[in-house]
C-alpha cells in the first residue's frame, strides 16, 4: 500500500512540475492619415429667377458651391461628389420637387496630370466620380436647380440644399 501511495504522489508532483501553456495577445497600434482633403472653397446660393425655380446658375442670381480636393498619394482615392436631391431645410412646401445638377472640373493645379478628369469621370445619377491619378489640387464646381412641381411657387423662406463631397480610398 505504501508503495502505491509513493508512486502516487510521484505522479502528482510531476504533473505539478509540468509547466502550463500560456498565451498574450500584444496590441500593434497605428494611425493613418488620409492624404485627401476636402476644402469648401465657395458656398453655393440659390437664385429664385422666377417663382417654381431655385437655381445656383450665376446668369440667374445663384452662385456655384466649390469644393476644393487636395491629393497628396496619387492613385489611392477617388472623389464622389453628389449634386443635392432634397433640402436640408426649407419652408413646408406645396407640391414635390424636380431636382437636377452636375459636377465639372473648375481647375486644377497641374494641368499635365488632372488634365482627363472630367473627360474619364462616371457619372451615376446625380453622383459624379472621379478617379485622383496625381497629387494637387482639383477645384470641382457643382450646378443644382430645384423646381416645384405644377409650377407653383416656393414659399418664401430660406431654402438648404447639401453637396455631398466624398474621398474614398481605393
Same mark, same amino acid.
Given at each position: 500500500?505504501?508503495?502505491?501511495?509513493?508512486?502516487?504522489?510521484?505522479?502528482?508532483?510531476?504533473?505539478?512540475?509540468?509547466?502550463t501553456?500560456?498565451?498574450a495577445?500584444?496590441?500593434?497600434n497605428?494611425?493613418?492619415?488620409s492624404?485627401?482633403?476636402?476644402?469648401?472653397?465657395?458656398?453655393?446660393?440659390?437664385?429664385?429667377?422666377?417663382?417654381y425655380?431655385?437655381?445656383?446658375?450665376?446668369?440667374?442670381?445663384?452662385?456655384?458651391?466649390?469644393?476644393?480636393?487636395?491629393?497628396?498619394?496619387?492613385?489611392?482615392y477617388y472623389?464622389?461628389?453628389?449634386?443635392p436631391?432634397?433640402?436640408?431645410?426649407?419652408?413646408?412646401?406645396?407640391?414635390?420637387? &424636380?431636382? *437636377? =445638377?452636375? /459636377?465639372?472640373?473648375? +481647375?486644377v %493645379?497641374? #494641368? @499635365?496630370?488632372? !488634365?482627363?478628369?472630367?473627360?474619364?469621370?462616371?457619372?451615376?445619377?446625380?453622383t459624379?466620380?472621379?478617379?485622383? &491619378?496625381? *497629387? =494637387?489640387? /482639383?477645384?470641382f464646381? +457643382?450646378? %443644382?436647380? #430645384? @423646381?416645384?412641381? !405644377?409650377?407653383?411657387?416656393?414659399?418664401?423662406?430660406?431654402?438648404?440644399a447639401?453637396?455631398?463631397?466624398?474621398?474614398?480610398?481605393?
Open positions: 500500500m505504501f508503495k502505491r501511495l509513493s508512486v502516487l504522489s510521484m505522479i502528482l508532483v510531476s504533473i505539478q512540475l509540468v509547466p501553456a500560456q498565451s495577445e500584444v496590441p500593434i497605428g494611425t493613418v492619415q492624404r485627401c482633403v476636402i476644402t469648401t472653397d465657395t458656398a453655393g446660393v440659390y437664385g429664385n429667377p422666377n417663382a425655380t431655385l437655381t445656383t446658375d450665376p446668369s440667374s442670381g445663384g452662385q456655384l458651391p466649390v469644393v476644393r480636393f487636395d491629393v497628396t498619394l496619387a492613385d489611392a472623389a464622389e461628389i453628389t449634386a436631391t432634397s433640402f436640408s431645410s426649407s419652408p413646408t412646401l406645396p407640391d414635390t420637387v &424636380t431636382w *437636377t =445638377g452636375d /459636377t465639372t472640373v473648375q +481647375t %493645379s497641374d #494641368a @499635365t496630370g488632372m !488634365g482627363q478628369y472630367e473627360a474619364s469621370k462616371v457619372e451615376l445619377g446625380m459624379d466620380k472621379y478617379d485622383l &491619378t496625381a *497629387t =494637387g489640387s /482639383t477645384w464646381k +457643382t450646378s %443644382s436647380v #430645384a @423646381t416645384m412641381g !405644377g409650377n407653383k411657387a416656393f414659399p418664401g423662406g430660406n431654402y438648404t447639401l453637396v455631398e463631397a466624398q474621398c474614398i480610398a481605393q
